[in-house]
């Protein structure tokens, strides 16, 4: 097998704590930046920047013959009475754009607009109503998808229940197939990969939307699949070096691992990164959560699941040896009072006599 590093002897469980506190301090900036948004920012903003699919709203799919800049698209629809539009254009179709527009109401709209027929998406027919400033027949609507608000809630909560019991699904399995503390290990790392990414998406506001929680989910098995492969080798390698600390045998296995580990997220990144800057728009908020959960969920395989494994067990052995001492204790306690009832027994049976 090829070998990137050889003879490779970090102390990665030395730095423990550099490393939890670093994860820790990534997770409270993204949890306060979230609680900021939604409760102190003086313009009232959501924690998350939810796309359609989660926050209900319609995206129009336009096509110019001879399409505008994106600033004169804005524009155009501005005055048209639809803000806060994102406009992408679809990079592999030159002339189309996604214009993706909140929850909107039938009314009040302008007469124009209330001209049109009964049943139109009223996002729709202002974007249609901005599109007819651009020259007769240089524009067309060619597609619409709306979700409602009821729809969107649905998908919010099926999108959290999925992502849990995928978690729990890989907890039991590492469970089953290690013990429930390694289990338990590479779920909170997990959780440690998906808490950093929607902190980062919350402080930088990139749209969450059904693409990003398959990126998510991608990395879920991305990153439990990582820490397998350490797992599985100090479980090898505390059958080989018996005499060895748990402490010692976590470090050799994670250096032995080393290797894999850079190679495999190594290529994977090289692939999420051309896809960041070559995916348009549209793959955008994908490429991105991949690219993070990427380089958290090899920095948390290393540096999180396994130190919380080892300490895990070390508490767990503690644990035991104080009840094993205890039960020692109260052993010795016994004997001692049932010498000490024979002793006062046989002196009894003496003075009778």
């Known amino acids: ?36 948004r939604h409760r102190f920012h003086p ?3 959501d924690a998350f920047n939810l796309g359609v699919d989660f926050k209900g709203g319609t995206v129009v799919t336009t096509r110019f013959k001879q399409p505008p800049t994106v600033e004169g698209l804005r524009a155009a629809i ?35 607009i209330q001209n049109q027929q009964v049943g139109v998406d009223p996002a729709r027919a202002r974007v249609g109503q ?45 469970a089953f197939r290690f013990e429930w503390t390694y289990g338990a290990g590479a779920v909170i790392a997990v959780f440690h990969t998906v808490l950093v990414t929607l902190g980062l998406f919350s402080i930088f506001q990139i749209e969450i939307n059904l693409t990003v929680i398959a990126a998510l989910l991608t990395l879920v098995g991305f990153d439990v699949n990582d820490s397998i492969v350490i797992f599985d080798r100090i479980r090898e390698n505390r059958k080989l070096y018996r005499r060895m600390s748990l402490y010692d045998v976590t470090n ?21 990164i051309a896809l960041v800057l070559l995916g348009g728009e549209t793959l955008r908020p994908f490429s991105l959560a991949l690219l993070m959960g990427i380089l ?13 494994m080892v300490w895990w067990e070390r508490r ?14 109260g052993t010795r306690n016994a004997q001692r009072s049932n010498a ?5 027994g046989a002196l009894a049976r003496e003075q009778k006599s």
């Open 1 to 36: 097998m090829f070998q990137l590093f050889h003879n490779v002897n970090i102390d990665w469980l030395g730095k423990r704590k550099i490393f939890i506190g670093l994860s820790i301090l990534l997770m409270l900036a993204g949890m306060g930046t979230a609680l900021y």
């Open 43 to 45: 313009n009232g903003t």
């Open 78 to 112: 501005d005055t048209a009475g639809v803000h806060d539009a994102v406009i992408q254009p679809v990079l592999d179709r030159p002339g189309e754009f996604l214009i993706k527009v909140p929850q909107m109401t039938a009314a009040p709209q302008p007469e124009a």
């Open 130 to 174: 901005a599109l007819k400033t651009f020259g007769e027949g240089n524009a067309e609507i060619v597609g619409t998808d709306a979700v409602s608000a009821v729809a969107s809630s649905q998908l919010r909560t099926q999108a959290i229940a999925v992502t849990i019991a995928a978690l729990i699904g890989m907890l039991l399995f590492i």
């Open 252 to 272: 050799l296995s994670i250096n032995q691992t080393l290797s894999r580990t850079v190679i495999t997220s190594g290529l994977v990144f090289l692939s999420v």
């Open 296 to 308: 958290f969920g090899t920095y948390d395989t290393i540096a999180v699941a396994g130190p919380i």
């Open 316 to 329: 767990l052995a503690a644990t035991d040896r104080k009840a094993i001492g205890q039960a020692a204790v």
């Open 340 to 344: 000490n009832q024979a002793s006062r």
